[in-house]
T-cell receptor, first 116, second 109 residues
Framework: GAVVSQHPSWVICKSGTSVKIECRSL??????MFWYRQFPKQSLMLMAT?????????EQGVEKDKFLINHASLTLSTLTVTSAHPEDSSFYICSARVGASDTEAFFGQGTRLTVV | GQNIDQPTEMTATEGAIVQINCTYQ??????LFWYQQHAGEAPTFLSY??LDGLEEKGRFSSFLSRSKGYSYLLLKELQMKDSASYLCAVMDSNYQLIWGAGTKLIIKP
C-alpha cells in the first residue's frame, strides 16, 4: 500500500515556540492532505484540508493563524503550530489521498506534541 | 447534524468472537470505514464498505446496511494483539471522513 511518512514522531517544546510537522507521501502524489488532532481517549478531529497549490480549508474553531498549513508540492504538506501553549499538546495525524474524492486515505504515523 | 455512534468500550476473551456496532447519520454517504488504532499510533485501515452486505477479510469481517445506517465489525479468533481502539468513519457527500469516538476493545486471556 501507499506510504505516508510523518516527522517527527514526538516533540517536546517550550511554550511560545513554534513547531513544524512534516507529512510526506513517499510513493504517490497526494493532491489532498488532511490534518487531524486527537486528544486522549477521543476521536480524530479534522483540523484542516489542504490541496496542493492552494490555501488550506480550516474547520470551524481551528485558528488558521495558529496552525499554519503549507502544501507546496504533491508530496509534502507541513503543519506549523505557532506560539505553542500547553493546551496544544496533542497527537497530530496527517492523512493523504490521491484525489479529494478518492476513498482511500493513507495515514502518517502521527506526532505526539508536548508543550511545557 | 452528523453523528457516528459506537460503544465506548468492550471486553472479550482470547479466542472468542466480538462484534462492534456502529450507527451513523450523515449528510450523504460515500462509504464506511473501519480502522484499528493502537495506543499512541495512527489508525490503520481495516475495511471499506459502500454496498450492503458482508465483506470478509481473514479474521475480520465488516457488514453494512445503508437503509438502517448501521455497520458492524466482527473479529473472530481474538488474539491479545487485537486489543486496540476500533474507529468507525463515514465518508459524507463532500468526501469528508466523519469519525466515531472509537470503541476500546480489551482482550482478556
Amino acid at each position: 500500500g501507499a506510504v505516508v511518512s510523518q516527522h517527527p514522531s514526538w516533540v517536546i517544546c517550550k511554550s511560545g515556540t513554534s513547531v513544524k510537522i512534516e507529512c510526506r507521501s513517499l510513493d504517490f502524489q497526494a493532491t489532498t492532505m488532511f490534518w487531524y488532532r486527537q486528544f486522549p481517549k477521543q476521536s480524530l478531529m479534522l483540523m484542516a484540508t489542504s490541496n496542493e497549490g492552494s490555501k488550506a480549508t480550516y474547520e470551524q474553531g481551528v485558528e488558521k493563524d495558529k496552525f499554519l498549513i503549507n502544501h507546496a508540492s504533491l508530496t509534502l504538506s507541513t503543519l506549523t503550530v505557532t506560539s505553542a501553549h500547553p493546551e496544544d499538546s496533542s497527537f497530530y495525524i496527517c492523512s493523504a489521498r490521491v484525489g479529494a474524492s478518492d476513498t482511500e486515505a493513507f495515514f502518517g504515523q502521527g506526532t505526539r506534541l508536548t508543550v511545557v | 447534524g452528523q453523528n457516528i455512534d459506537q460503544p465506548t468500550e468492550m471486553t472479550a476473551t482470547e479466542g472468542a468472537i466480538v462484534q462492534i456496532n456502529c450507527t451513523y447519520q450523515t449528510s450523504g454517504f460515500n462509504g464506511l470505514f473501519w480502522y484499528q488504532q493502537h495506543a499512541g499510533e495512527a489508525p490503520t485501515f481495516l475495511s471499506y464498505n459502500v454496498l450492503d452486505g458482508l465483506e470478509e477479510k481473514g479474521r475480520f469481517s465488516s457488514f453494512l446496511s445503508r437503509s438502517k445506517g448501521y455497520s458492524y465489525l466482527l473479529l473472530k479468533e481474538l488474539q491479545m494483539k487485537d486489543s486496540a481502539s476500533y474507529l468507525c468513519a463515514v465518508m459524507d457527500s463532500n468526501y469528508q471522513l466523519i469519525w466515531g469516538a472509537g470503541t476500546k476493545l480489551i482482550i482478556k486471556p
